[in-house]
């Protein structure tokens, strides 16, 4: 709207170059070319006009466009570190179904051989005492001939005989209940090791989607492979300068500020340049647009206390404050795993460190908030890229196929080691302590 007191243009060559003018400006400010036409009077063609209006449209067409891809491009990382989540939850189940399956096995074959053992003693006996009685109740002549008595004693015998059959047909229901009892065991061994095998079924179909997914999530990241690679590099130097896990691990933190300070500065180099009237102070929406956007806030790891997921599903062979073989009290927990199983981080977090590292094998390095970092080693693949934000189960590794893998967990915070289990949620039949 043209402003009270301001003469309008009525002459078509004024009003032809005021058109001129508000395009100029709206093209400087989409970097548009503002050469037009102009015929013998030096006012603009209307179809040098059209076209200008056409490539602003187009140009906001193509903002909108990769608006919209970016935000299908959120989405998409979204659904699959979701899915990513579920599907290692759903490995770890698998694992701890087949892990429990087993155990009931071992403990079934156990009492299987005790009671078949049982029995082929009472076999033995019964048929010994079978075979007496069967002699006397069918040639007694025959054995009061090879043995002669006196009819006193062979009355007494009688008599012990007698008595005897009441015990022999108890023993022999027992005898019935105890192979009935071994044949259930039997079948239930049958059964479990049907289980067993389709849970085993199940936890490959449940890999092979998951490593079905890491495909996915590596197409969406092949554009932040360069960044990728110089972030490698740089990790793989750390660790090489690195005397032990204490002095990395304050070399992480280091590199991970430096890196956060060259994000705010680039950030701040790529805001839009607003600049006031001269002699005007800044307005609140410049202040805003110049200062960099604040990082997305991380959750309170302090307020998780008791509840963080274990990363690894087996049994607790060492535990925070144990004496180790010369070295010392344990600095954190290893998890006895099976062999290739699923490790998962236990908390949101960022992927600080991931590689090698001497006497440790493949370590990563997890940043949480409030200072703390969970360090898991012992894996013979890491799933995790430095820098990379990483969700509470999210996988992020996987054991050693082969052997009686370990997973060594410890929990840092401000660089010094903490007992971890406080902080994991207790699971059956085993204590935090």
Do not use: C
Not at 110 to 115: C, D, G, L, T, V
Not at 128 to 136: I, K, P
Not at 164 to 193: G, M
């Amino acid at each position: 709207m043209i402003p009270r007191g301001t003469v309008r243009p009525s002459n078509p060559t004024y009003r032809a170059l005021f058109i001129a003018a508000s395009i100029a400006s709206t093209a400087t400010f989409f970097n548009l070319p503002t050469v037009l036409a102009q015929d013998d009077t030096g006012a603009p063609q209307p179809s040098d006009l059209q076209a200008v209006e056409q490539d602003l449209k187009r140009e906001q067409a193509t903002k909108d466009s990769a608006t919209k891809q970016a935000e299908r491009a959120a989405t998409d990382a979204a659904k699959l570190q979701s899915d990513m989540i579920g599907a290692a939850r759903s490995i770890q189940e698998r694992e701890r179904a087949l892990t429990d399956l087993e155990a009931q096995l071992v403990t079934l074959e156990e009492q299987r051989a005790e009671m078949a053992a049982t029995l082929i003693k009472k076999d033995t006996q019964m048929r010994e005492v079978l075979l007496a009685l069967e002699r006397l109740a069918v040639r007694p002549t025959d054995a009061l001939l090879l043995q002669p008595l006196r009819p006193s004693d062979a009355i007494r015998s009688g008599l012990v005989l007698s008595a005897a059959i009441p015990a022999l047909t108890k023993n022999a229901a027992q005898l019935q209940i105890e192979l009935e009892t071994l044949y259930a065991t039997r079948t239930a061994i049958v059964d479990r090791r049907s289980t067993l095998a389709l849970e085993a079924l199940s936890l490959i179909d449940d890999q092979t989607r998951l490593e079905r997914l890491y495909t996915e999530k590596a197409s969406l990241q092949r554009g932040f492979e360069r960044q990728a690679t110089d972030a490698e590099k740089r990790i793989e130097a750390l660790a090489r300068e690195a005397n032990d896990l204490r002095d990395l691990l304050d070399r992480v933190i280091a590199e991970r500020k430096r890196q956060d300070a060259e994000e705010a500065e680039r950030a701040a180099r790529e805001a839009p340049i607003l600049t006031p009237p001269d002699g005007a102070a800044p307005t609140p929406d410049i202040v805003a647009a110049r200062r960099p956007s604040p990082p997305v806030a991380a959750r309170s790891f302090s307020k998780a206390r008791g509840t963080l997921p274990f990363p690894a599903e087996g049994r607790l062979s060492q535990r925070y404050g144990e004496n180790t073989d010369g070295d010392g009290l344990a600095k954190g927990i290893v998890i006895t795993t099976r062999t290739a199983a699923q490790v998962v981080s236990p908390f949101d977090g960022v992927v600080a460190f991931s590689g090698p590292f001497r006497g440790y094998g493949q370590l990563l390095i997890l940043e949480h908030s409030e200072g703390y970092h969970t360090l898991l080693a012992g894996m013979s693949r890491l799933d995790g890229a430095v820098g990379q934000r990483v969700l509470a189960g999210e996988p992020v590794g996987v054991m050693s196929p082969e052997g009686d893998p370990s997973l060594y967990v410890e929990l840092r915070r401000d660089g010094q080691p903490i007992n971890p289990l406080p902080w994991l949620a207790t699971r059956t039949n085993e204590k935090s302590g």
